[in-house]
């Protein structure tokens, strides 16, 4: 079936380093699309970006993201993280069709001074 | 203010009890979703209504049920409820069915069955 890997359950860095959150997808669908959906402490779920554009760079708040079919992969990297990036993201997976949306486990993001 | 509103905020019941939870979306949206996020985070799907009409029902027991009685609510009833149904039950709507739209997320109701 269909299905989103994220392989970090936790990533822990000093603010200032890149980030890169790791996100990997098995689909059937033919013209998946893929989403990044941030998650701050004591609030809900908010879409970061999303694409169905193979190796097509979609940035947002800055954050991005290249979706690459031929890897099935959909990372989410940032230059230099913020501590207010501090939150939970989640990789999330769909498809044109599709009657819902599948989501990775999430991964935390943790930035200390 | 345009948004997902969910009542109440937070419940907390014994085991066997029955309860219910409301979602209202102020956005125009023809699709509506309940999700289950549990102590770990994990974020599962429930239920995914159309213009009040169910189109997604995962597997999950019988106990729950929704209802709908027009596109922009959506209510979760638990009959009798068991100690794993404890988690934050959270709200969504999208301008329409179909896998490329945004999901708006409501703040969620979190269940603690004693």
């Known amino acids: 079936g269909d299905s989103v890997t994220q392989t970090e359950g936790l990533v822990t860095l000093t603010e200032g380093l890149p980030v890169m959150l790791n996100c990997t997808y098995q689909?059937?669908?033919?013209?998946?699309?893929l989403f990044w959906y941030v998650q701050h402490l004591n609030e809900s779920p908010r879409l970061l970006l999303k694409?169905?554009?193979?190796?097509k760079r979609t940035e947002h708040q800055g954050f991005h993201a290249t979706l690459h079919k031929s890897s099935s992969s959909f990372h989410l990297q940032k230059s230099s993280a913020q501590l207010s990036d501090s939150a939970l993201y989640y990789c999330a997976l769909s498809d044109t069709n599709a009657y819902k949306v599948i989501f990775g486990k999430g991964t935390h993001l943790h930035v200390l001074p | 203010e345009t948004a997902v509103f969910q009542t109440p905020n937070y419940h907390v019941t014994q085991v066997g009890n029955e309860v219910s939870f409301n979602c209202k979306q102020t956005l125009g949206h023809d699709t509506m979703y309940w999700y289950k996020q549990d102590s770990k985070k994990l974020l599962k799907i429930m239920f995914s209504y159309n213009n009040k009409q169910l189109i997604v029902n995962e597997t999950v027991p019988r106990r729950f049920s929704p209802q709908s009685s027009d596109k922009a609510h959506l209510n979760l009833r638990i009959k009798s409820v068991e100690p794993e149904d404890s988690a934050v039950y959270l709200c969504?709507?999208?301008?329409?069915?179909?896998?490329?739209?945004?999901?708006?997320f409501g703040p969620g109701t979190r269940l603690t069955v004693l």
């Open positions: 969504a709507s999208s301008q329409d069915w179909g896998g490329s739209y945004e999901q708006y």
């Open positions: 694409s169905f554009t193979d190796n």
């Open positions: 689909t059937i669908y033919s013209n998946p699309f």
